[in-house]
Each structure stands twice: as C-alpha cells, then as structure tokens.
C-alpha cells in the first residue's frame, strides 16, 4: 500500500511565477491536509478537503494561494505571484478522518 | 484555541540510556495527542496516539507516551536509545471534537543519541 505521494519533490521558481503542489492521498483515504514547514519549525496547518470541498481553510494565506481536492487527480496547492517568504517545505498529509494523520516526503519550494 | 509547547529544542542521550522528550499541551475540550518523528529531509512519520483509555500508549520502535490530564503533558519515552532514534520529534494536538481535524504542532525536539 503505496504511502502519501507528493511530486514534485523540490520546486524552484523565479518571483511572480506560480507553483503547483501536488497530493495523492493513501488508497482509501479521502481527507487531505496541507501544513508548511519554515526551516527550524514545526509544521503550520493551511487547510483541510475532503473531495471537491474545502472542510477548513483557516491557515491559509488571505491572497495568492488556493487549494483544491477534485473528485478525480491528485489534491493541488496553488501559489500564485511567488515571493522569497513563500519558500518552505510544504507537507501533505492523509487520513479517514478523525483519526492520525500520513504525511508525504513534502515538496521543498525554493522561490529565487 | 489549541497550542503545544516543546521546551526543549535539544535532548542529548547516551545509547543505551533510557530518553524522554517533553511535551505539554493546550486545548478545549478532551484531547487528541501524537507524536510524529522527522529524519532529514523526510516527511513526518507517526509514531503513536492518545484518544482515549488507558493513559500509557505504545508505539512504534519501542517508543511509548504518557497521557497526564492534571499536567496536560504527553512525554515520549524509550527505555534504550538507539543511535538510530536520533532525528527530530514533534507533539502535536487537536481538541476532540468532530470537524475539528487541525493538528497543531509544537516547534519540535532535536534528539541525538550518542555512541
């Protein structure tokens, strides 16, 4: 039973270009969670979807960034406009709800 | 609001000795609590939970956790360290109530066992 999928596994974009952040959850997991991770951090929570809904959205950024869970593909992390704050290590994590939480490798986003 | 505090950012043990890495919590609410490991530049890996019952968990590698309500603290524990155990933990908490499924992490605990 494959494990959280994250791709790609390092992103390195110029200021102002946009970033897309991919999540494949475990086989039989529908609820999918993004944190972000600074370095020397702990993980900071930004959203929660179940399929084709956004469930929580609090940690989430006001601007620039979006998330979706589509009824078919992967769960995508949109960064629009990326600025040098925006690099970090960005976690997915799954479950069945309510209970513990997998997470993927992380894709490391480097913004130059 | 819920929160966790790790107040130790380095725990130095030698192998073979028993370890522990604190961790205390704040919530509304009956508390879910976990410990996850991170290896560098890995994800976070589960090591073990508390929900309910009895208030010594067991996990993975050896590793267990003590639930204390009247200190809300959730320490991780190991009898024997390994040199393998050396990487980074991190507590995390969410208040038990159905919808909420934000886990907050405490800043992590930077575990080195020496040879």
């Known amino acids: 039973n494959a494990g959280v999928m994250q791709n790609p596994r390092h992103l390195v974009r110029r200021r102002g270009q946009e970033a897309r952040l991919r999540c494949s959850p475990m086989?039989?997991?529908?609820?999918v969670y993004w944190y972000r991770q600074l370095p020397e951090e702990g993980l900071k929570f930004m959203v929660y979807?179940?399929?084709?809904?956004?469930?929580?959205e609090s940690g989430m950024p006001k601007e620039r960034f979006s998330a979706e869970f589509p009824k078919e593909g992967p769960s995508i992390l949109r960064i629009q406009q990326v600025v040098r704050g925006d690099s970090a290590a960005y976690f997915c994590?799954?479950?069945?709800?309510?209970?513990?939480?997998?997470f993927g490798p992380g894709t490391r986003l480097t913004v130059l | 609001a819920q929160s966790v505090a790790q107040p130790e950012d380095q725990v130095n043990v030698a192998e073979g000795n028993p370890l522990t890495v604190k961790c205390t919590y704040s919530?509304?609410?009956?508390?879910?609590l976990f410990w996850y490991v991170q290896y560098p530049n890995r994800g976070l890996q589960f090591l073990l939970k508390y929900i309910t019952g009895d208030n010594l968990v067991k996990g993975s590698y050896g590793f267990e956790a003590e639930f204390n309500k009247s200190q809300t603290s959730f320490h991780l524990k190991k009898p024997s360290a390994l040199v393998s155990d050396s990487a980074l933990y991190f507590c995390?908490?969410?208040?038990?109530?159905?919808?909420?499924?934000?886990?907050?992490f405490g800043t992590g605990t930077r575990l080195t066992i020496i040879p």
């Open positions: 979807l179940q399929k084709e809904n956004i469930i929580d």
């Open positions: 919530v509304s609410g009956n508390p879910y």
């Open positions: 994590a799954s479950s069945r709800g309510h209970n513990e939480q997998f």
């Open positions: 086989k039989g997991h529908s609820h």
């Open positions: 995390a908490v969410r208040a038990g109530n159905f919808g909420n499924e934000k886990l907050t």
